[in-house]
């Protein structure tokens, strides 16, 4: 069983950065699980915007912030990051970070989240 936690969310202008962190738990977070950060604006649909591999090697971003986000995790410490720069009024959102199991070829759902976190950009 996987439990996420996030943090880091605030009001910030535009332009500005802010980073978010994912704290996961369980003992095989780390090793066996891939994590996706979302967002959820007030009348949307939530939207994939990034994701990282147990490895840390494979990364993937939505157009929306690529160029402008960047994933990362601290496997040792059950940590994965997203780094927000140049942030805009449409980023304004719940973000939240979940966790895909990782380990063999089937692919599959991301089964476990957090409980999501505020990130409000003013212009």
């Known amino acids: 069983q996987v439990q996420l936690v996030e943090s880091g969310g605030g009001s910030v202008q535009a332009g500005a950065s802010l980073r978010l962190s994912c704290a996961g738990s369980g003992r095989t977070f780390s090793s066996s699980y891939n994590v996706g950060w979302f967002r959820q604006a007030p009348g949307k649909e939530r939207e994939w915007i990034a994701s990282?591999?147990?490895?840390?090697?494979?990364?993937a971003y939505a157009d929306s912030v690529r160029g402008r986000f960047t994933i990362s995790r601290d496997s040792a410490k059950n940590m994965v990051y997203l780094q927000m720069n140049n942030l805009k009024p449409e980023d304004t959102a719940v973000y939240f970070c979940a966790a895909q199991y990782g380990l063999g070829s089937t692919r599959r759902e991301y089964d476990y989240w957090g409980q999501g976190t505020q990130v409000t950009v003013a212009s």
């Open positions: 990282i591999a147990r490895s840390s090697v494979n990364r």
